[in-house]
């Protein structure tokens, strides 16, 4: 809330944000480094205010970094496979042992970092008592749910932006929900609408789907050789790019 423009600039901070994640997810070892110091860059020149107490805290605190690599590699596992898309236990695991953000931040003390889905769900069992939502949280709460855009576009905002961030807040855990006061969806009308979202996300022909997509992802294909495109439909494209050296 103290250091970043969303506010202003939404949309900016969402594509380079995307991109970031492409980069690490798609992108060479070399790419991703560069894409992560460039962050750490960043982060290592901030601080901000704690509201409870008053102290200035620097913005790569160990615990900080943690909980943002923690808080994304689950809910990316979470919702594909909620979505509908199969994934092994072996496999999900490899992701959280493979993810280009593994590499525990300066300071964080060795093993700290999860490797596997158990040590994820012993992470969020044991950080849940610190957690709270202040009145920063609920702001941002409030802005993601009603972005900001062109007045001409609100009625349109109004229309279909609750479709996209209903399903994105009804997958959050329980214990989230209480933590901002509201009582947690019917689980099972989430995994609907979420399983709805993905059928109709992997029916787009796949001409259409990447007619034009990100530049990491066409580097990451011609590294592959032809013929590989990223699907949705199989993890064969996943597990090739996993399998191959380099892979970040």
Not at 50 to 59: A, W
Not at 88 to 108: F, G, H, I, K, S
Not at 160 to 173: C, E, H, T, V
Not at 238 to 245: E, G, K, M, V, Y
Request: aromatic share 6%.
């Amino acid at each position: 809330m103290e250091n970043s423009d969303f506010r202003h600039d939404a949309w900016g901070r969402l594509l380079r944000t995307a991109d970031f994640v492409g980069t690490l997810t798609y992108g060479t070892t070399e790419a991703a480094e560069r894409a992560g110091s460039r962050v750490r860059a960043i982060h290592r020149a901030l601080s901000a205010t704690d509201p409870d107490t008053g102290e200035r805290f620097p913005v790569d605190d160990p615990e900080l970094l943690l909980w943002i690599h923690c808080a994304q590699i689950d809910s990316f596992l979470h919702v594909l496979r909620r979505s509908g898309v199969r994934l092994t236990a072996a496999q999900a695991d490899r992701y959280v042992d493979e993810n280009p953000c593994q590499r525990p931040p300066r300071r964080t003390r060795p093993g700290r970092v999860p490797a596997d889905t158990a040590q994820l769900s012993a992470y969020f069992e044991r950080i849940r008592p610190e957690l709270a939502a202040g009145p920063d949280a609920r702001a941002v709460d409030d802005f993601l749910r009603g972005p900001p855009v062109h007045p001409l576009l609100v009625p349109g905002r109004n229309l279909l932006w609750p479709r996209i961030a209903g399903p994105a807040y009804g997958s959050l855990p329980g214990w989230a929900h209480q933590l901002y006061g509201r009582p947690a969806p019917a689980p099972r009308s989430v995994t609907r609408r979420l399983r709805l979202t993905g059928l109709v996300l992997r029916s787009i022909p796949a001409g259409l789907r990447w007619k034009l997509p990100p530049g990491h992802i066409l580097k990451a294909m011609r590294r592959m050789g032809p013929g590989s495109r990223p699907s949705p439909y199989t993890l064969r494209t996943s597990a090739a790019i996993l399998d191959r050296p380099g892979r970040a």
